[in-house]
Nanobody, 116 residues
Framework: QVQLVESGGGLVQAGGSLTLSCAAS????????MGWYRQAPGKQRELVAI???????NYADSVKGRFTLSRDNAKNTVHLQMNTLKPEDTAVYYC??????????WGQGTQVTVSS
């Protein structure tokens, strides 16, 4: 059974920083992509940042220059460093992995709240 364990969410003031972590465990037949999505109230889930096994990373335009995604392939872990947080970053953040067999896994979500 595959499990994604997320940590690091919380409440922070605008301009502050948070780091989200996601660790994948279980029988994952190789991870092709791993990253974070978010969903704000009343909005669709959207990409924040995702990295592939080849090392490329895609960021949403809204977070470029503020968020940094790093990946530890040996530990099947990703970390999302979020700096200069804005109230509009408030959302539930979900970890996502896609295996080489194109199986999709999602975490349970962690709340990030940025106060103005």
């Amino acid at each position: 059974q595959v499990q994604l364990v997320e940590s690091g969410g919380g409440l922070v003031q605008a301009g502050g920083s948070l780091t989200l972590s996601c660790a994948a465990s279980g029988s994952i037949p190789g991870i092709r992509s791993m990253g974070w999505y978010r969903q704000a109230p009343g909005k669709q889930r959207e990409l924040v940042a995702i990295t592939s096994s080849g090392g490329s990373t895609n960021y949403a335009d809204s977070v470029k220059g503020r968020f940094t995604l790093s990946r530890d392939n040996a530990k099947n872990t990703v970390h999302l460093q979020m700096n200069t947080l804005k109230p509009e970053d408030t959302a539930v953040y979900y970890c996502r992995t896609i295996s080489f067999s194109n199986t999709d896994y999602w975490g349970q979500g962690t709340q990030v709240t940025v106060s103005s």
